[in-house]
């Protein structure tokens, strides 16, 4: 029984910030790994960002150097910061939640996701 909710998404500029919010319930949420996925119409989901229980980060080459996951164990929370945000990144973002190996492969648990749209 995991329950996971994202929030922080909306309407920004291009070059604008978010910072995206995943909060997961369940006492081994300090194990776990977490990770963000995105969809775009059209397009295919896309991992953009993971974070394991030790701290280890990756992202994808499309976000990395823009993006920044982190994890906050006490909050049962994860973040995902993007800045310099591109039309490009416009997509529903979803966080996955549980082992490594799960999140790699978006076995784990969904969230419902919070809409990202960068348009002028």
């Known amino acids: 029984q995991v329950q996971i909710v994202e929030s922080g998404g909306g309407l920004v500029q291009p070059g604008g910030s978010l910072r995206l919010s995943c909060a997961a319930s369940?006492?081994?949420?300090?194990?776990?790994?977490m990770g963000w996925y995105r969809q775009a119409p059209g397009k295919q989901r896309e991992l953009v960002a993971r974070?394991?229980?030790?701290?280890?980060?990756n992202y994808a080459d499309s976000v990395k150097g823009r993006f920044t996951i982190s994890r906050d164990n006490a909050k049962n929370t994860v973040y995902l910061q993007m800045n310099s945000l591109k039309p490009e990144d416009t997509a529903v973002y979803y966080c996955?939640?549980?082992?490594?190996?799960?999140?790699?492969?978006?076995?784990?648990?969904w969230g419902q996701g919070t809409q990202v749209t960068v348009s002028s």
């Open positions: 974070i394991t229980s030790g701290g280890s980060t």
């Open positions: 996955n939640v549980g082992y490594l190996a799960a999140v790699l492969t978006g076995r784990g648990y």
């Open positions: 369940g006492s081994n949420f300090s194990i776990y790994a």
